[in-house]
């Protein structure tokens, strides 16, 4: 089984919700990356979304769009993302990561060589936003051979049809985008959430997991009481932004914020 495979499975085993917490390579910079992904772990995160910056982020909101560029400004690209994965897992063999971007630095590098590097580097899923399933067929075959889950995106405007056609192609988990916009908005209507994760789960057995608007426990217990993960990605950033002056404290402020939010999912067994 693949890391992803497994962690989902240990989590249902025990009654537990994921958390999953993301953050953008490279801020506030580079060299501050491989401590905040541990301090995430110590904070009771199960699997790790690590953003690759890119200039163009249309699915992200300014929290986001303003962190790729702080990165992007450090000279963080691709292959210094996945570097950055090898330096994690020197001491973290375990934690699950998912590298989250868009899809013109893979295929400016090639998504064979991409898939290679990946893979050697302990790299286990990609979640490329603007990789339409239509399109898939062309990538997959690379990124299956070299053991990378492909995690597709849903929204609430999603019919039946293309539920149908990500259901079929994906692997590690489902994300379902629970706003209509783009991250950091603020509405969360749980209701709705669960009515549509109800849709989706008709036509899959992989686990699904919810990001857009969580924000703090409250937020995530919500969430968690009706999705098989939680994903927190802009409160996390916005955290980092506020400290980026002293990144010495951004790992404990990261490690606190996180662990609220793991108590909170953990009253909910």
């Known amino acids: 089984m693949t890391r992803l495979a497994t962690t989902?499975?240990?989590?249902?085993?025990?009654?537990?919700k994921a958390l999953i917490p993301y953050i953008t390579a490279g801020d506030p910079h580079p060299?501050?990356?491989?401590?905040l992904m541990h301090a995430l772990v110590r904070g009771g995160a199960?699997?790790?979304?690590?953003?690759?910056?890119?200039?163009?982020p249309m699915a992200d909101g300014p929290v986001i769009q303003l962190a790729c560029e702080r990165a992007l400004a450090h000279g963080t690209g691709l292959w210094q993302v996945i570097d950055m994965v090898a330096e994690f897992r020197k001491t973290d063999a375990t934690t699950p990561v998912v590298l989250m971007g868009y899809l013109n630095p893979i295929e400016w590098r090639g998504v064979e060589a991409f898939a290679q590097k990946a893979q050697a580097a302990g790299?286990?899923?990609?979640?490329?936003?603007?990789l339409a399933v239509e399109e898939a067929p062309g990538y997959l075959p690379a990124l299956r051979a070299h053991g990378l889950d492909c995690i597709?995106?849903?929204?609430?405007?999603?019919p039946t049809e293309r539920i149908e056609a990500v259901a079929r192609e994906a692997s590690g988990y489902l994300y379902y985008v629970s706003l209509k916009?783009?991250?950091?908005?603020?509405?969360?209507?749980?209701d709705s959430v669960a009515s549509k994760l109800g849709e989706i789960r008709a036509?899959?057995?992989l686990p699904l997991a919810v990001g857009f608007g969580i924000r703090?426990?409250?937020?995530?217990?919500?969430?968690g009481r009706v999705a098989d993960g939680v994903v927190v990605g802009s409160a996390l950033v916005a955290e980092i932004e506020r400290h980026a002056a002293a990144p010495e404290k951004l790992p404990e402020l990261l490690r606190a914020k996180l662990a609220e939010m793991r108590g909170a999912l953990d009253q909910l067994r």
């Open 8 to 16: 989902f499975a240990r989590l249902k085993t025990a009654g537990r």
């Open 123 to 130: 790299v286990d899923g990609v979640l490329i936003v603007d």
């Open 152 to 158: 597709f995106l849903l929204a609430p405007t999603s």
């Open 203 to 205: 036509h899959t057995q």
């Open 216 to 223: 703090d426990a409250a937020s995530a217990a919500a969430v």
């Open 31 to 35: 060299r501050e990356t491989v401590a």
């Open 46 to 56: 199960d699997v790790l979304e690590l953003g690759v910056p890119f200039s163009d």
């Open 181 to 190: 916009g783009v991250t950091g908005a603020a509405t969360l209507d749980v």
